[in-house]
């Protein structure tokens, strides 16, 4: 089984904490497992334990969360987060399982496709960041990605 991909590229570091507020929503007690680095500390610290995250990725970076489900416009179960800075730009990215977006024949995985997708157009639309890449992973590959959105292009 592959896993979808979806990077919300180029974040300006100031609103990260923003853009991931308003791109995922979870509750905490979904957190399977967790992973940043307190640079301060010179120790691994869990999710909540950062109390900023645009403070935190002022300084090149990345932390991880696993989830049980979120939702990104539309709920999906075991959902990988991947957060990177170079202190200046961040990225986030979102996988999750293949199956939980295909057809299915009452048609829950065309109303998630659209609810994500909606969610996607308006971060793009309000310039939060600067590109938007949906795929199978590694979606960054040419050959992997499904579609690139900017706030003024779309490519499939």
């Known amino acids: 089984m592959e ?4 990077i919300l590229k180029n974040i300006d570091i100031t609103q990260i904490g923003k853009v991931f507020a308003e791109s995922v929503l979870f509750d905490v007690k979904d957190i399977k497992s967790s992973h940043f680095f307190d640079r301060e500390k010179n120790r691994d610290v869990s ?14 970076g990345t932390g991880s969360i696993f989830l049980k489900r979120a939702m990104v416009g ?5 959902v990988l987060l991947l957060i990177a800075s170079d202190g200046k730009t961040g990225d986030i990215t979102i996988n999750f399982e293949e199956d939980q977006f295909l057809k ?3 048609g829950t995985a065309d109303k998630k496709a659209e609810e994500l997708l909606a969610v996607l157009f308006a971060i793009c639309k309000r310039g ?3 590109e938007v890449i949906l795929g199978y992973e590694p979606a960054e590959d040419a050959d992997m990605t499904v579609l690139r959105i900017t706030a003024n292009q779309i490519k499939m």
């Open 3 to 6: 896993n979808i991909e979806v």
């Open 47 to 60: 999710y909540h334990e950062v109390k900023d995250l645009r403070k935190y990725f002022q300084q090149p």
């Open 74 to 78: 539309a709920e999906f179960e075991n």
């Open 104 to 106: 299915d024949s009452d």
């Open 128 to 130: 939060d960041v600067g």
